[in-house]
Each structure stands twice: as C-alpha cells, then as structure tokens.
C-alpha cells in the first residue's frame, strides 16, 4: 500500500498564501535533510504518481487565482450559500 501525505496549514490559517509558504518552507527543509542530514542516498526514488501529486500540488499553490476562488468556495460553504446536488437534479 502506497503512504499517502497531506499538507495542512496550522491550524487556524484561512490565507492560502501563508500556506504555500508553509509547505515551501517544509519541502525546502525536507530537500536539505536529504541533501545535508543523516540521509546518505544520492538520490530518492518516488512513483510516479507521487511525482505527478507534488507537482499537482505545487501548481495549485502557485496559482492565486485559483486559491482565491477555492478560498471563496469554502466560505460560501460554511455560511450555507450552496445548493445540494438532490436540489439541482429535482430543479
């Protein structure tokens, strides 16, 4: 069974760029532990699939505009602004 990680900004923090600099920070301290730290392997072998999520990842980081419009989402969710799927189908 492949491990699967989550990256969750400190708890409280609604801001999305504090949590791409979270993550960037964590990813930079992992990349100097494997480069710097007990680690002795010259290089680390992921899947693929692993490889195509931490870019995925990244690239949905990256992007303001989308994180702006997720951020947007969940406060309409928690204020109760969104219509259920059963409410869209019987409409």
Not at 4 to 11: I, K, L, N, S
Not at 55 to 63: A, C, G, H, Q
């Amino acid at each position: 069974m492949r491990a699967r990680y989550r990256v969750t900004a400190p708890e409280g923090e609604s801001d999305y760029r504090i949590m791409f600099n979270w993550f960037k920070y964590h990813l930079i301290m992992a990349m100097n532990e494997l480069l710097h730290g007990e680690h002795r392997a010259r290089w680390v072998t992921i899947s693929n699939d692993e490889y195509e999520s931490m870019k995925s990842t990244i690239e949905v980081l990256s992007d303001n505009e989308l994180l702006r419009q997720i951020q947007e989402s969940r406060e309409d969710y928690r204020r109760g602004r969104f219509k259920r799927l059963s409410e869209l189908i019987d409409s």
